[in-house]
């Protein structure tokens, strides 16, 4: 690691080691803190733990992950991947200050795709008060410390997921076309019906090559695989709320027959339906 040696201020500088007994099950923050950078101040890594995110209060700077470059502006945050190269460096001329943690835990990269998708990890925080807030309180989490300190700051890091979800862009928010985002509700309201790829064009108002498209990009799944999770979810509230057989529960959720049904239910839930319903109704 390559360090700037230009004069900053260090406000708040917390560090943090996990409960080894937890074995990275939790998201949790290994560092955190609150930095006015010197002008051109400037870090770079091959690689780190977890993966530090930046919120720009004032002043500005560029980031680095891989072989991407953005520019962060006050009001802003970037998420910078741990396991790429990666750096960031403060303007020379209005060097930023910077409120930032760094995250680890479970499915860092997930979260990194169902939040920015392909696009460059920075997000324009819409209510950058109530992101500052959240920072003090991780803050103060820190401070404390305690016995329960890893249950706080995985409480405390999905409070962040939550934040940020709401302060997208309202587009943002769902991810979805509007044409999409309607096909997407008649299926989660009507999982049953047939649902035959000439409908869900229709109604999508997209051919059928697009269609797929924008399910993957959007949904992370094919229609055909979206139907059949809704269908599912649809199976599994009637085999915990009635007493029909597990026959009659295919059919009525949109499976053509039991077999199908069977095989698609444990390939996705990991057990048989006559498995699954007996352990979660005790019995």
Sequence with gaps: MQRSYHPQTVRISHYYLPDAELGGGLTTVLRAGWLDAAPGGTIRRAACPGDDILYCLSGRGQV????????????????????????????????????????????????????????????????????????????????????????????????????????????????????????????????????????????????????????????????????RHQRLAMAQRMMLESTLPLQDIAVRCGFCDGYHFSRDFKRVVGRAPTEWRRMELGR
């Design 64 to 227: 680095e992950v891989g072989e991407r470059r953005f520019d962060l502006g006050a009001g802003q945050l970037a998420w910078i991947a741990g396991d790429a190269p990666h750096g960031h460096s403060a303007d020379r001329r209005d060097p930023w200050s910077v409120m930032w943690f760094r995250l680890d835990g479970p499915h860092l990269a997930a979260l990194r795709r169902r939040i920015f998708g392909k696009a460059p990890p920075r997000l324009t925080i819409a209510e950058g008060p109530e992101l500052i807030g959240w920072f003090q309180n991780l803050f103060a989490i820190l401070d404390a410390g305690g016995a329960d300190m890893d249950l706080r700051l995985h409480a405390a890091t999905a409070e962040f997921f939550k934040l940020v979800s709401s302060q997208r862009d309202p587009r943002a928010r769902t991810g979805l076309p509007s044409r999409l985002d309607r096909l997407r509700q008649m299926i989660v309201a009507n999982p049953e019906q047939p649902w035959s790829a000439d409908v869900m064009t229709q109604i999508a108002g997209v051919s059928a090559s697009q269609l797929r498209r924008l399910f993957r990009q959007h949904l992370k799944a094919t229609p055909r695989a979206y139907l």
